[in-house]
């Protein structure tokens, strides 16, 4: 065989392996008994689990209410290692809920792969194992366990969350836990909708890419009893692609203030609407957002009332103070002193305030809207304060995205001075914080949105 006709068949080759490197050789349903052999990987030799395929996607679809929905897909696969990886096999799936309207979770199929006596057996998932749990007003976990684990089995699941919350478009996490040997994810997303991208996180791209191209969309709006209405037209998309490869765990370490903070993810706000709609701005300033929060009566509304059940309590918070600081301190010890928090991790109120100063116990931003409260009337200064704690991770200075805010303090204004309180720690001082708040960007919730 000649140099040149060989040189030309190792290029074919090439050529046919490449596209082969493109993506990940996993497919749900397909394990062989090649998947168990490995019992150590080289990207961690010590990992008691292995994700070796996590991938997912999200289109924009038509629905029969007149409008668009996010179709999101998610398939992953692992192996167990060891005793020390089982909890890898509990899974939960966070949705979004808004009063009576939540996310659909789909096409639910998990199972459990063993070798055993050089059999491959599964052993599925029943869905009546599958756990709801209310986490906050927006957020509820569906949480599952998968079956029959045992140190080197195999567990796979995919899943199918159909949302009309287009805002609420899916983040992605390619890092966590354990090490991950493949993590993709796919966005679709047609010119009438603008979202804007963001990213965190170390690791590289193995592929970041996007490309324009063309969609077909159906809308259909049943009009209750009258005749079904059916729109179809065709506009751009542009489909984007990121995938990292032997994405190394991520563990904690001295002086980090929270995994979720250096966590290799990227996640997306809706910014705009195009043609079909009308064209206009969605994300909103944060002056805009500030002022939304103080009329959401889960938050502010009840700040910008006169509030006379508090007359009745007021004598003895106040405890016969005459300055303004000497007020605000005693108004603070009183409240400090004399309520139960519930939950460190609010930024909504889940009762009313005057429950809360009735049963003496409720959540931190409960307790600090309270004594925003108490303060303003007692005729101060104050506001309260949105944060995201250290062990939740970072906020954007930039875009009001309240969904990465958890924590609400309250600021005090007097004779020219800050005075920063939380009256949900008991024995915390006036004007101190626990470190776990101190954690970057906050934002004052008045009118102007002071950072």
């Given at each position: 065989?000649?140099?040149?006709?060989?040189?030309?068949?190792?290029?074919?080759?090439?050529?046919?392996?490449?596209?082969a490197?493109?993506?990940?050789?996993?497919?749900?349903?397909?394990?062989?008994?090649?998947?168990?052999?490995?019992?150590?990987?080289?990207?961690?030799?010590?990992a008691?689990?292995?994700?070796?395929?996590?991938?997912?996607?999200?289109?924009?679809?038509?629905?029969?209410?007149?409008?668009?929905?996010?179709?999101f897909?998610?398939?992953?696969?692992?192996?167990?290692?060891?005793?020390?990886?089982?909890?890898?096999?509990?899974?939960?799936?966070?949705?979004?809920?808004?009063?009576d309207?939540?996310?659909?979770?789909?096409s639910?199929?998990?199972?459990?792969?063993?070798?055993?006596?050089?059999?491959?057996?599964?052993?599925?998932?029943?869905?009546d194992?599958?756990?709801?749990?209310?986490?906050?007003?927006?957020?509820?976990?569906?949480?599952?366990?998968?079956?029959?684990?045992?140190?080197?089995?195999?567990?796979?699941?995919?899943?199918?969350?159909?949302?009309?919350?287009?805002?609420?478009?899916?983040?992605?996490?390619?890092?966590?836990?354990?090490?991950?040997?493949?993590?993709?994810?796919?966005?679709?997303?047609?010119s009438?909708?603008?979202?804007?991208?963001?990213?965190?996180?170390?690791?590289p791209?193995?592929?970041?890419?996007?490309?324009?191209?063309?969609?077909?969309?159906?809308?259909?709006?049943?009009?209750?009893?009258?005749?079904?209405?059916?729109?179809?037209?065709?506009?751009?998309?542009?489909?984007?692609?990121?995938?990292?490869?032997?994405?190394?765990?991520?563990?904690?370490?001295?002086?980090?203030s929270?995994?979720?903070?250096?966590?290799?993810?990227?996640?997306?706000?809706?910014?705009?609407?195009?043609?079909?709609?009308?064209?206009?701005?969605?994300?909103?300033?944060?002056?805009e957002?500030?002022?939304?929060?103080?009329?959401?009566?889960?938050?502010?509304?009840s700040?910008?009332?006169?509030?006379?059940?508090?007359?009745?309590?007021?004598?003895?918070?106040?405890n016969?103070?005459?300055?303004?600081?000497?007020?605000?301190?005693?108004?603070?010890?009183?409240?400090?002193?004399?309520?139960?928090?519930?939950?460190?991790?609010?930024?909504?109120?889940?009762?009313?305030?005057?429950?809360?100063?009735?049963?003496?116990?409720?959540?931190?931003?409960e307790?600090?809207?309270?004594?925003?409260?108490?303060?303003?009337?007692?005729?101060?200064?104050?506001?309260?304060?949105?944060?995201?704690?250290?062990?939740?991770?970072?906020?954007?200075?930039?875009?009001?995205?309240?969904?990465?805010?958890?924590?609400?303090?309250?600021?005090?204004?007097?004779?020219?001075?800050?005075?920063?309180?939380?009256?949900?720690?008991?024995?915390?001082?006036?004007?101190?914080?626990?470190?776990?708040?101190?954690?970057?960007?906050?934002?004052?919730?008045?009118?102007?949105?002071?950072?």
């Open positions: 065989m000649s140099t040149r006709l060989l040189i030309i068949l190792l290029l074919c080759i090439i050529a046919l392996q490449l596209p490197q493109d993506k990940s050789k996993a497919k749900f349903g397909n394990v062989t008994e090649d998947d168990f052999k490995q019992t150590v990987y080289s990207i961690d030799s010590n008691n689990a292995v994700v070796i395929a996590d991938i997912g996607s999200t289109e924009i679809v038509g629905n029969d209410k007149g409008n668009f929905s996010l179709q897909k998610k398939f992953t696969r692992i192996h167990i290692l060891n005793k020390n990886g089982y909890d890898a096999a509990k899974i939960e799936i966070g949705i979004y809920t808004n009063e309207q939540e996310e659909k979770l789909n639910l199929k998990a199972v459990t792969y063993n070798l055993e006596n050089g059999k491959i057996t599964e052993t599925k998932l029943d869905k194992n599958v756990f709801k749990v209310k986490i906050s007003k927006h957020l509820i976990l569906k949480k599952f366990t998968l079956p029959n684990i045992k140190e080197g089995c195999i567990i796979e699941f995919q899943y199918e969350i159909l949302s009309d919350f287009i805002f609420n478009l899916q983040p992605w996490e390619f890092q966590g836990n354990y090490p991950r040997l493949w993590s993709e994810y796919k966005v679709d997303i047609p009438f909708y603008r979202f804007i991208t963001l990213s965190q996180g170390y690791q791209f193995f592929i970041k890419s996007n490309k324009d191209g063309s969609g077909v969309y159906t809308v259909t709006d049943l009009n209750g009893t009258q005749a079904t209405e059916h729109t179809t037209f065709t506009t751009g998309t542009t489909l984007y692609r990121w995938v990292m490869k032997d994405v190394p765990a991520l563990k904690e370490e001295n002086y980090t929270t995994i979720n903070n250096h966590i290799s993810r990227i996640e997306f706000q809706l910014s705009a609407l195009a043609a079909p709609f009308n064209p206009k701005n969605v994300m909103a300033s944060w002056p957002a500030a002022t939304d929060l103080l009329k959401d009566e889960d938050f502010g509304e700040l910008r009332k006169d509030n006379p059940w508090l007359n009745d309590f007021m004598p003895a918070a106040v016969g103070a005459v300055n303004d600081l000497d007020k605000a301190r005693n108004i603070f010890a009183w409240l400090r002193d004399n309520m139960t928090c519930t939950n460190h991790n609010r930024k909504y109120i889940e009762t009313s305030l005057k429950t809360v100063l009735k049963t003496r116990n409720g959540n931190e931003a307790i600090n809207l309270l004594l925003t409260d108490m303060l303003k009337k007692a005729g101060l200064n104050a506001d309260p304060v949105i944060l995201s704690t250290r062990s939740h991770g970072i906020v954007y200075a930039l875009y009001p995205l309240l969904d990465r805010f958890n924590y609400v303090i309250t600021r005090l204004q007097v004779n020219n001075n800050d005075y920063y309180l939380d009256a949900s720690q008991p024995g915390l001082g006036f004007g101190k914080l626990t470190n776990d708040v101190y954690n970057g960007h906050a934002r004052v919730i008045n009118e102007s949105a002071t950072p």
